[in-house]
């Protein structure tokens, strides 16, 4: 490889670093293609913008995100950049059964316990 082809390969390098680092500039803009152009450098120098209409309501040292206005008695803040993800609810698991409550397993599959055949086998032999 000659010294001149790779001199023309740093410098072609070194003008595409810097035509990402700054393409978010207005004389650069023009140059580039428009998927480009929105694109941040990386580190992020400006804040992720909020969902429309997205508000984070603090009382007291509970935070809500609301799409409405906060509630009484809240104090609305900046939403400092991340994302905000909405997923369905899951219903509430069932309250557990209260103890001694609960039915013998061994009585629903029609089992009978081990101390009940313990007793049977000490009647037959007992002759009782």
């Known amino acids: 490889m000659s010294r001149l082809f790779l001199i023309a390969l740093l410098l072609l390098a070194a003008l595409a670093a810097a035509a990402w680092m700054y393409r978010g500039e207005e004389p650069l803009k023009r140059y580039l293609p428009r998927q480009w152009q929105g694109a941040q450098p990386a580190g992020g120098s400006a804040p992720a913008a909020p969902a429309a209409g997205l508000r984070k309501c603090r009382q007291g040292g509970k ?10 008695g809240s104090v609305e803040q900046p939403i400092s950049g991340g994302a905000v993800t909405v997923v369905p609810g899951q219903a509430p698991a069932p309250a557990p059964a209260a103890p001694g409550g609960a039915p013998d397993l061994g009585k629903l599959m029609g089992k009978e316990a081990a101390g009940d055949l313990r ?10």
């Open 63 to 72: 935070l809500l995100y609301t799409s409405d206005e906060c509630p009484k």
């Open 119 to 128: 007793d049977k086998r000490i009647d037959r032999e007992t002759g009782k």
